[in-house]
């Protein structure tokens, strides 16, 4: 596909996926099965395949959906209601900005993503910044082939609080692609509810353990009630504002998981294809050399030093998990057991 310049004839992109990774194609496809104009960038192998082939859903959305499918910011032909939606880890999200240069700078930005980091880089750039809580599960299988694995939850507000008519239409729009899309007021806190429920990706990850799995047994569920009740304490002192978005707070969730025995209502499906993973379990079974924990549990570990205060096992699983990624490890170098006598 040639530059922007070259396409003139070309619909301009009601929205551009910056990222095309398990969520960002979800949330892709389904806008694109509603008839907007949807242009994803992406990179690599799944960049050569779903140019090739297209791309293929499976899982909860089954889909081929009619994309155009790019490289580079350069490429993506926009018009004046062009909205973006980053959907790249937070490592990635500052090249990414780079890249696009000025082509965002009269857009909103929606930032599809776990953390609160990729609002903060987005605002500091002067870009016109929205929010958005991502409660969806997805992963790449192979080059241009995604399964939908969980969820279709998505909370979305101007960064760092309010509502405007944009947030609005963007809600309706994927309410109308069948996700359960609403207007958050104060996204800020809702991010840092998402977050505190992120911290427990690099566990599963060094674990090797599915959403199912970690949840089902009484180990697992004891090790994450720990992470996070050390990390709600780091937020409490800081007075750091936390939306769940759910019916219980975060002391009564960590006293849920504390409960004794093992839960045999959660069915662990025999299908691989229907674990629900995290994507930092993704990133060391595919052997990527980064992971996005140091914008989860690293997070809670600097607001601790700022207070003179340790997080010592969200210090552990984040340093763990970045010297597992940067090794090449494949999940499952750690246990509960390990990463607890590395915090003593």
């Known amino acids: 596909m040639g530059s922007a310049a070259q396409q003139q004839d070309v619909r301009p992109a009601d929205y551009v996926v910056?990222?095309?990774?398990?969520?960002?194609?979800?949330?892709?496809?389904?806008?694109?099965g509603i008839g907007k104009a949807v242009t994803v960038i992406a990179r690599g192998a799944h960049l050569a395949a779903?140019?090739?082939?297209?791309?293929?859903?499976?899982?909860?959305?089954?889909?081929?959906?009619?994309?155009?499918?790019?490289?580079?910011?350069d490429e993506v032909v926009i018009g004046p209601?062009?909205?973006?939606?980053?959907?790249?880890?937070t490592n990635d999200t500052a090249a990414a900005l780079d890249d696009a240069g000025d082509r965002y700078r009269d857009l909103p930005v929606?930032?599809?993503?776990?953390?609160?980091?990729?609002?903060?880089?987005?605002?500091?750039?002067?870009?016109?910044?929205?929010?958005?809580?991502?409660?969806?599960?997805?992963?790449?299988?192979?080059?241009?082939?995604?399964?939908?694995?969980?969820?279709?939850?998505?909370?979305?507000?101007?960064?760092?609080?309010?509502?405007?008519?944009?947030?609005?239409?963007?809600?309706?729009d994927l309410v109308a692609a069948r996700m359960r899309?609403?207007?958050?007021?104060?996204?800020?806190?809702?991010?840092?509810?998402?977050?505190?429920?992120n911290l427990n990706n690099a566990y599963l990850a060094l674990a090797d353990l599915s959403v199912q799995e970690a949840t089902r047994f009484e180990e697992h569920r004891l090790f994450l009630a720990d992470v996070q009740e050390e990390a709600l304490d780091v937020l409490e002192a800081a007075g750091v504002e936390?939306?769940?978005?759910?019916?219980?707070?975060?002391?009564?969730?960590?006293?849920?998981?504390?409960?004794?025995?093992?839960?045999?209502?959660?069915?662990?499906?025999?299908?691989?294809?229907?674990?629900?993973?995290?994507?930092?379990w993704?990133?060391?079974?595919?052997?990527?050399?980064?992971?996005?924990?140091?914008?989860?549990?690293?997070?809670i570990v600097r607001l601790a030093e700022r207070m003179g205060r340790d997080a010592p096992l969200n210090r552990v699983v984040r340093d763990r998990c970045v010297d597992a990624a940067e090794r090449r490890l494949p999940p499952g170098s750690e246990t509960a057991s390990s990463l607890r006598a590395l915090a003593r």
């Open 18 to 32: 910056h990222g095309a990774g398990g969520i960002g194609c979800v949330v892709a496809a389904r806008l694109a």
């Open 242 to 280: 936390l939306d769940l978005a759910e019916r219980r707070g975060p002391r009564e969730q960590i006293e849920r998981l504390r409960e004794p025995g093992e839960w045999e209502h959660i069915e662990i499906p025999e299908d691989p294809e229907l674990l629900v993973r995290p994507s930092t």
């Open 181 to 197: 899309a609403s207007v958050h007021p104060e996204i800020a806190a809702a991010k840092w509810g998402k977050l505190f429920r």
């Open 110 to 172: 929606l930032c599809f993503q776990n953390g609160v980091g990729n609002e903060e880089i987005a605002a500091a750039r002067g870009l016109n910044t929205y929010g958005c809580v991502v409660i969806v599960g997805g992963r790449i299988l192979e080059p241009g082939v995604v399964v939908h694995t969980a969820g279709s939850t998505l909370l979305i507000g101007p960064w760092p609080r309010g509502v405007d008519e944009l947030t609005e239409r963007v809600v309706a």
């Open 81 to 89: 209601d062009t909205v973006v939606i980053l959907a790249m880890k």
């Open 50 to 73: 779903m140019q090739a082939d297209g791309l293929v859903l499976k899982g909860m959305t089954e889909a081929r959906p009619d994309l155009t499918v790019v490289g580079h910011p």
């Open 282 to 299: 993704q990133d060391l079974h595919f052997a990527r050399g980064q992971v996005e924990v140091d914008w989860f549990n690293g997070e």
